[in-house]
């Protein structure tokens, strides 16, 4: 039986009726020619669960002990495991569109898990339009942490539309083949002395007066459920209305963009994909605030993850850092918000100059932690405020296949809690980047406008670079010009607030 | 802002993940000739959503003072009431039979309402087959208790097949035109001489030395929101499957009966429609505890409701007592544990000799409360323990239209908790009486199938009386025969246990 380590059981003592601490994502795949909807979900639902053998921790659940969470915890068998309560048939109601596939996907992400089972369902949704069906899972961070789930979500798919599944994607057996095409290693801990860098450069960037080597050890250990100890406080809670407390319903959106168009606008500003996705981000809340005659005085900072390589550096391979950008929101010019954007992140990036890729993924795994996480370290009223998450999961370039469905699109919905209403993630697939946002539907009302907001900010954007816009979309929309109308109107009345 | 009781609290307190404390109904429609099922359900919520004055509770959200429910607890307007949250479209998965519709509505009624909003949600279901849809209705038990439920349902429904809502059927309007109609007065409260009387019965009956009439005066004012106070004890958990812990995941299903048939069958027996209901329980509960070689020696106990009133008694009015029935479910003859049973009930009603219709009302409220809410009377350990809960609730005998589509059956979802991890509750409409069975999906597998055993049990008793099997039924079932043959040998195997 597995322990868990001080982290999970920090996601399940964080967790209550209003703050969910599961993961999802919702995907959305096209039938294969010929084949009946019905026919093939009931096969795929038959095929996920006949399994003897599930991959930990599908079959397992929580065993607490005496003390419950403050005591040993650990994964056990679920003695009764019933795959038809964990793999579901879903429906939409007429008319099935991306409307009611997310108001669906909202509810099913606004409910609790159930602590007695294994933490995680499956839905197999049908009733989209044109032949597309859609799969939403949720899981909890107590069992399943976002680079596990993204391998597991991966292992499920193929680039080969032919390839019929043989076992349960969700079997060791799948797992296995996966992993053996993959070769993924056990994660290893920082070193000692790569520990007592990052604590020096935490302790003289953030002045704190906590003996930061200590803590960064028992943080490391505890993460990877080496023992350890982690106490949860009470959660801090700003003043925005991004930053209120949030009750226990959810709304979720969803829209992809090509990839190519939001990489050319980084360019024309001589920048990256990774800023215009904050100059799109920057402006859709401006709107969305503006709108809601909530805007602050002052940027929002968002906490986002950028890459450090350079041009000619090859050390620090891939290694993607979490800073705190300012989103300048405050400013009404397009293309001045941009700069602002740009500017803040060449900062952010300074502070991670001369740090090793182990030092740098340390330093952002604390930052993007939930505060509850970190209070041991005594960093949290040092460590940058921000008011939203805005993160990018590595994805695939190429198209992927289940038994033979086509993904279309892989939507991911991340935890909201109070303090965080909001959070947006996005992941390349294909030739798209497709975005998930979810929010607490109470403290951002309409928030689903605000992928239309992006929409109008990228239009702007793309404007304000000379290009036509939506020009270098492949798919070359041909509604944007008209929104670009609507996004300049907006953008003058967002000036007066 | 209305106070709440002390017995509203208490359901908010004994309310956790694995035992939500909301009770739930599903009524069927069929779609009047011609209209178009998508419209129609739009054009449905969309007039239930539309009214600035909704009938208390629904738009009412609990407000907690600093010593959150142990203190003041009131009920406020929601001050961003958001009607699409409430009242929700969902659908079927093909081919949807019945069998999906309780597989969605076992997972509706397996998660908690949103506490920062008024407690109650309305689905409307659609893709059935054969023109109809559902309503899934769920109510917080401290918003809205039995009787009031029971009410605002019938105030939505029209016995004229042409009638179409003037205004939502949830607002002020429309109740006020129900109850003018109706005329419900104020429920009163017992007199002090009839408390004094019940204090005495009960002391005498159950051996207690608690001051049972103060206890008693605390607790009918507790529980008509007039001041008192109640405490909440840990939960008893009996030994029993049926009796077992509970955790969140539920198993709903639901059949209807013709009264005819049901009522034919107690006449033969020299008894009532409610033994022949009790006769179908015990026979099913027998099969489903044999099958799963969980079948206790003694019989089990039934908390039931039983009319007293005699021919010619016409002071007691329609008085309603919860008895203690043995379901003599040890005994394998069918007609011999059918005369068992009768002969519990008739036990049973001796206790309530010579008492006024207020003071039966007062004990049977007693009886059937969750035992979370007696303590403070100090006669838990006494009053007669019970596996299982069959509740009887008042229904219409006319056909009733919504909006003029036909109701063709209505079947509640009551609570179920540790130690009582299945509730049958059943409602006469129209010419059939209509079963709701809900039950822990863990602690009772496959529970589904009592529906099938509960026609068996049925066909058997009908065999011992001489009758031929189902020929009672105005439908007059083909597949009854086989059913029979099928159930005989149940009772040979059953009997071997």
């Known amino acids: 039986m597995k322990k868990l380590s001080m982290v999970d059981k920090g996601f399940l003592l964080a967790e209550s009726r209003e703050m969910p601490m599961h993961v999802g994502g919702v995907s959305l795949f096209t039938l294969p020619d010929g084949v009946d909807e019905q026919a093939f979900l009931h096969d795929l639902a038959h095929t996920i669960r006949d399994t003897d053998t ?202 992809s963009w090509p990839f190519a168009r939001i990489h050319a606008l980084g360019k024309a500003f001589g920048g990256t994909f990774n800023d215009a996705v904050l100059g799109m981000c920057a402006g859709a809340l401006r709107t969305y605030l503006s709108n809601h005659a909530e805007l602050p005085d002052k940027g929002l900072k968002a906490m986002v993850p950028v890459s450090l390589r350079q041009k000619g550096d090859v050390d620090s391979g891939n290694a993607v850092a979490a800073i705190s950008a300012d989103l300048s929101t405050h400013i009404a010019d397009p293309a001045e918000r941009m700069r602002a954007v740009m500017a803040s992140v060449q900062a952010g990036k300074a502070f991670y100059q001369g740090m090793s890729p182990k030092e740098v993924e340390l330093v952002s795994m604390l930052m993007q932690s939930p505060s509850a996480l970190l209070m041991p370290l005594g960093l949290i009223p040092r460590l940058p405020p921000y008011n939203v998450a805005i993160s990018n999961v590595p994805g695939i370039r190429e198209t992927m296949y289940w038994n033979g469905a086509r993904m279309d699109g892989s939507y991911p919905l991340s935890i909201v809690t109070d303090g965080m209403a909001m959070n947006i993630t996005l992941v390349t697939y294909g030739e798209n980047v497709d975005f998930g946002i979810i929010a607490c539907r109470r403290s951002l009302p309409q928030v689903q406008r605000i992928i239309d907001y992006m929409e109008d900010a990228l239009c702007e954007l793309e404007m304000a670079a000379g290009f036509e816009a939506g020009n270098t979309s492949p798919a070359g929309k041909p509604k944007a010009t008209k929104r670009v109308k609507a996004a300049s109107k907006k953008a003058k009345t967002g000036a007066k607030t």
Do not use: C
């Open 54 to 255: 599930l991959l930990p921790p599908f079959g397992d659940r929580l065993r607490l002990g005496r003390a419950g969470l403050m005591g040993n915890a650990q994964w056990e068998p679920d003695p009764a495991l019933d795959m038809e309560y964990h793999v579901r048939h879903s429906a939409l109601p007429k008319p099935g569109r991306y409307r009611e596939l997310f108001t669906l996907v909202s509810r099913l992400h606004g409910t609790l898990l159930e602590r007695s089972r294994p933490l995680w369902e499956m839905h197999l949704i049908e009733g989209l339009q044109n032949r597309q069906f859609a799969v939403y899972t949720k899981t909890h961070h107590a069992a399943v942490d976002g680079a596990r789930s993204v391998h597991i979500s991966r292992s499920m798919l193929s680039p080969d539309p032919n390839y019929e599944l043989e076992d349960s994607p969700l079997s060791l057996e799948s797992w296995r083949r996966y992993k053996d095409a993959l070769q993924i290693g056990q994660p290893g801990l920082p070193t000692e002395e790569e520990l007592r860098n990052v604590a020096d450069r935490l302790k003289s960037t953030f002045d704190s007066s906590t003996n930061l080597l200590r803590a960064l050890r028992g943080f490391t250990q505890a993460w990877t459920g080496r023992g350890g100890d982690l106490v949860l406080p009470h959660l801090r809670v700003p003043g925005s209305v991004l930053n209120s407390r949030v009750d226990g319903a959810r709304r979720f959106v969803a829209q």
